[in-house]
């Protein structure tokens, strides 16, 4: 087994990781996905993708955009089934990788995701001088306790009102 380099480098216990190498998928498609995810629960996150997998809900596109058409009611976009796919297998490995450590499944938060342009590699045959696309995705998932929100409470020196006076003013008579 080879030993990975991951762009995170703080993992503590109450996180879990995973990656993908190698992946036959765009890089840009995968640029933009990650950068759509990242940081939403690991529920929202697989809702989002299975969507965009139906065509039901497009991943919005904001830099790799050159020639992209809009969406409905977004603007670019693309329905990148096959980079949402592969992130989504990442994204379950991220969670039984979280379960098997211990954490709850239930609110884990993608609190990195990031993903780099593969090695490159050339297509075989008489067509020569094409690549193949491939691209590596890092996913690390944390789990984050909420603590309940408390009301504040109020001070009763800065709620004293205030009486506002009110002056006129009286414009100067004009003498003829």
Not at 8 to 31: D, H, T, Y
Not at 73 to 79: D, E, K, N, V
Request: aromatic share 6%; with cysteine.
């Amino acid at each position: 087994m080879a030993v990975f380099k991951y762009a995170f480098q703080n993992v503590k216990e109450n996180m879990a990781i995973a990656s993908g190498r190698n992946l036959n998928i765009s890089p840009k498609q995968c640029i933009e996905i990650c950068n759509y995810i990242r940081g939403r629960k690991t529920s929202q996150a697989k809702m989002i993708l299975e969507d965009a997998m139906a065509l039901r809900r497009a991943i919005p596109f904001k830099r790799f955009t050159n020639g992209l058409g809009h969406k409905p009611g977004i603007a670019s976009g693309r329905y990148a089934v096959n980079a949402c796919t592969e992130i989504l297998k990442i994204i379950k490995a991220a969670e039984a990788n979280a379960k098997n450590k211990g954490l709850s499944g239930t609110n884990l938060t993608l609190i990195h995701a990031a993903a780099q342009r593969g090695p490159k590699q050339w297509h075989y045959g008489r067509q020569k001088r094409s690549e193949f696309k491939n691209c590596h995705v890092e996913i690390v998932v944390a789990e984050i306790k909420e603590t309940p929100r408390t009301p504040k409470k109020k001070d009763e020196t800065t709620t004293q009102t205030t009486e506002k006076k009110t002056v006129k003013k009286t414009s100067p008579k004009k003498t003829e």
